[in-house]
């Protein structure tokens, strides 16, 4: 005989290049339990079957505890056509996605209704759903990762566009004759304000100067320079690294500036790793907003830079689920 049963839950995954995250989440948004393990646990090219077994390990406890798993939800590092179901064929981050019908898999596998999305279109449903914009019609999630994603809600949809690449605002051009991007663009937001783009610019300006502070404070290793350190080295007065600081916040200001005159959200969040740095140049990053934003529509938006938070993405998994099943807290009120 069973225990009586409890609350229903959905099982929500967040698929990251490093970790997989896997959490049974309440409607409300708490976390009952959770299970993180390296995307590559089962080797290179694998992370499906480590995402099925992680699944698989949360629904049994879930289950064990005398809760039914009434849905999944999974947000991943690429875009997702929603029309067909499949991830796009670019996930650079986990190339084994690319083209895959996931959600059909899973609904396969564990007999519940699944949905797939890109992971900042769930990180936007999260801050929508659960987080700092609750009871906003519109918002923009802009996340500086590794890479450089956003999502995108306006009027209470969430706007993926015709095949899935809408909110990719990390790889619109900032400075049209700008260095050329790896998605093959060139100026990109991402070359200036992502993870990557901040740590290759770092690089760049060292080669050939052994004495710059940057390569000191990483003990001498060019590839140990990340973004972190170039935002700290800056701090301390290093005036290349303090170039390219200002070159992110200036880079991001013109984004949140081409985001409110297109769009005009009630709010943007500015999130993700790196946002940890950028949250203390809040002001320099509203200033440079300033310079290219018009000020009635700036004066509108509701700009708020948050660090990012992993486990915000496995909850937004499940905001997902609430978005697509008309479950959202707001909408049974
Ligand atoms: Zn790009």
Known sequence: ????????????????????AAGAVTPAGDVLLEERVPTARDGRGQAVESILWMMGKVRDAAERLGHPITAVG?????????VTGRIGEHVPH???????????????????????DNDVNALALAEWTFGTARGARSLVVLAAG??????????????????????????????????????????????????RGIAEAAQARVAGHPDAALLRAADGDPLAIRAPLVFRVAAEGDPT??????????????????????????VVVVTGGVATSLAPLETRILKAAGEYAFPRALATTRV???????????????????YETGGRPEESR
């Open 304 to 322: 708020t830079i948050v660090p990012g938070d992993k486990r915000l993405t496995m909850r937004g998994a499940a905001a997902l689920v609430l």
């Open 74 to 82: 999974v947000g991943v590092p690429g875009p997702v056509d929603t």
């Open 241 to 266: 690294a303090a170039m390219i600081v200002d070159e992110a916040c200036q880079a991001l200001g013109a984004m949140i500036g081409t985001v409110v005159n297109g769009l005009n959200p009630e």
């Open 146 to 195: 590794t890479g450089f994603g956003a999502g995108i809600i306006l009027d209470g949809r969430l706007v993926r566009g015709a095949s899935g690449f809408g909110g990719e605002f990390g790889h619109t051009p900032v400075k049209f004759d700008g260095p050329r991007c790896w998605c093959g663009g060139r100026g990109c937001l991402a070359v200036y304000a992502s993870g």
């Open 94 to 116: 986990v190339p084994e996605l690319s083209g895959r019908p996931l959600a059909r898999q899973l609904t396969e596998r564990f007999g519940v209704p699944a949905y797939v």
């Open 1 to 20: 005989m069973t225990a009586k049963t409890e609350a229903p839950l959905i099982l929500a995954v967040d698929v990251g290049g490093t970790t997989l």
